[in-house]
């Protein structure tokens, strides 16, 4: 009798850590201005609206991590209804989600079709020298996530042109309106390769673009019959951008859409439409006390196009924006 008891007792102690263990992210951030995330440091934003929320994916820089270079382990998902108020969920991905990786949660983005989510990583490969692009999938914007592959979609050795061993990161999705499927990527050089209906293969040859001073973070939005590519040129970068009638290009240079953030040497963007406004998501390292570039945070501004559908030049704000509806 006392060891059924003791079993009992143990079996709900387990049951009740795994609950608070698996809820232990789920929280409520009401931002007060930019940076938009305050208790961790959050990089590299992806945002997507789903249904009537935003869901924003992030990197997550170590808050102790070594002055000169990155620490990040796991990607982290937050999902708003108006911008300001924003769930934090449990991380639902972490580089030890793929089997064939040693690390690096690098810049990513989410996108859905036919009621899966697929979630586009930057990764170190664990046995191909170099960051590699991998990929998770979901039945939920939230997760869990699994590796959809169980293997690298892109690695180092397909793009032998570019001699360093980060020009495969910044994975960037759009589903054209005819159903086609782009993948764009890079650093140095911008890339993209069509990928097949189950979003998880290449259906054609990988192609490369000749945009000026491409750095590296490539974003891809079509808004009103225009294509755009916003990209972070040069080192502190800056983020520009191109326009383009067609997905593929060609791809006329727009210049600057982004000034250098001056608090971080990089800025990452993401750029949406939601409830009637558009906006620009980036990082930058306004609440990094401790020097180097490697402690970023999640912003957001408003971003505003011209009456000929081009981008006007981004005001980074410490306001930030108010309650979409
Ligand atoms: O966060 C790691 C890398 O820094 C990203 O992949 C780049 O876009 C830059 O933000």
Same mark, same amino acid.
């Given at each position: ?41 959050? #990089?590299?934003?992806? #945002? %997507? ?28 998902? %937050? ?42 990583? #930057? ?137 250098? #953030? ?64």
């Amino acid at each position: 009798m006392k060891k059924n008891i003791k079993i009992l007792v143990l079996s709900f102690t387990a049951i009740l850590s795994n609950f608070i263990a698996s809820n232990a992210q789920e929280k409520i951030i009401v931002s007060k201005g930019n940076p938009i995330i305050t208790d961790k440091y959050t #990089a590299d934003p992806a #945002a %997507y609206v789903f249904g009537d929320s935003v869901y924003l994916y992030t990197g997550h820089d170590v808050a102790k991590a070594p002055k000169n270079s990155y620490e990040m382990n796991n990607w982290l998902v %937050y999902s708003s209804a108006d911008m300001v108020t924003w769930k934090e969920h449990k991380s639902p991905l972490s580089t030890k989600d793929f089997a064939w990786a040693k690390g690096d949660a690098w810049a990513s983005q989410v996108i859905e079709r036919d009621g899966k989510f697929y979630w586009y990583v #930057a990764i170190t490969h664990g046995t191909i020298h170099g960051k590699a692009i991998g990929i998770a999938v979901s039945d939920s914007p939230t997760g869990p996530f699994k590796d959809a592959l169980g293997k690298a979609l892109i690695t180092n050795d397909m793009t032998t042109d570019v001699k360093i061993s980060w020009d495969d990161i910044d994975p960037s999705v759009i589903i054209d309106d005819d159903g086609q499927a782009y993948l764009f990527w890079g650093n140095q050089k911008c890339r993209y390769v069509k990928l097949k209906k189950n979003m998880v293969e290449f259906d054609g040859p990988i192609v490369t673009l000749n945009l000026p001073e491409f750095t590296e973070a490539p974003w891809i939005h079509k808004r009103k019959g225009w294509y755009y590519l916003s990209y972070a040129s040069q080192f502190p970068e800056k983020i520009v951008y191109a326009m383009s009638k067609n997905v593929t290009g060609p791809w006329e240079y727009k210049g600057v859409l982004n000034e250098i #953030a001056g608090n971080s040497n990089t800025n990452h963007q993401a750029i949406i439409d939601f409830k009637g406004k558009s906006y620009f998501v980036y990082h930058n390292g306004a609440i990094n006390t401790d020097g180097g570039s490697f402690r970023r945070s999640v912003c957001i501004d408003y971003l505003h196009y011209n009456k000929d559908g081009s981008m006007k030049r981004v005001v980074m704000t410490s306001e930030g924006i108010k309650k979409a509806n």
